[in-house]
């Protein structure tokens, strides 16, 4: 069974940074591009951020230039690294694949308080 597990989220102040881990296995994790997403109160999934298996990136423009997304390879781990965190930024987040997701994970709750 495929797995995903997210963690490292929290409660911080407007400006504070977090770090996510996604742990994966394998067979989600090698090879493929893998991506974060948040699902804020009453509104869609959204996509975030994006990393290939060779670590090139990408990044929705709410959050360019404030988070970082890496993988570490050996580890079947994606990280984000958020930084100058806003209120908006509240959601739960997830990762998954960026094309053809398996069953998502639980999730990592980011509450930004202002």
């Known amino acids: 069974q495929p797995q995903l597990v997210e963690s490292g989220g929290g409660l911080v102040q407007a400006g504070g940074s977090l770090r996510l881990s996604c742990a994966a296995s394998?067979?989600?994790?090698?090879?493929?591009?893998m991506g974060w997403y948040r699902q804020a109160p009453g509104k869609q999934r959204e996509w975030v951020a994006a990393i290939t298996s060779g670590g090139f990136t990408n990044y929705a423009d709410s959050v360019k230039g404030r988070f970082t997304i890496s993988r570490d390879n050996t580890k079947n781990t994606v990280y984000l690294q958020m930084n100058s965190l806003k209120p908006e930024d509240t959601a739960v987040y997830y990762c998954?694949?960026?094309?053809?997701?398996?069953?998502w994970g639980q999730g990592t709750q980011v509450t930004v308080s202002s």
């Open positions: 394998g067979s989600i994790f090698s090879g493929n591009t």
């Open positions: 998954n694949r960026l094309i053809g997701w398996v069953s």
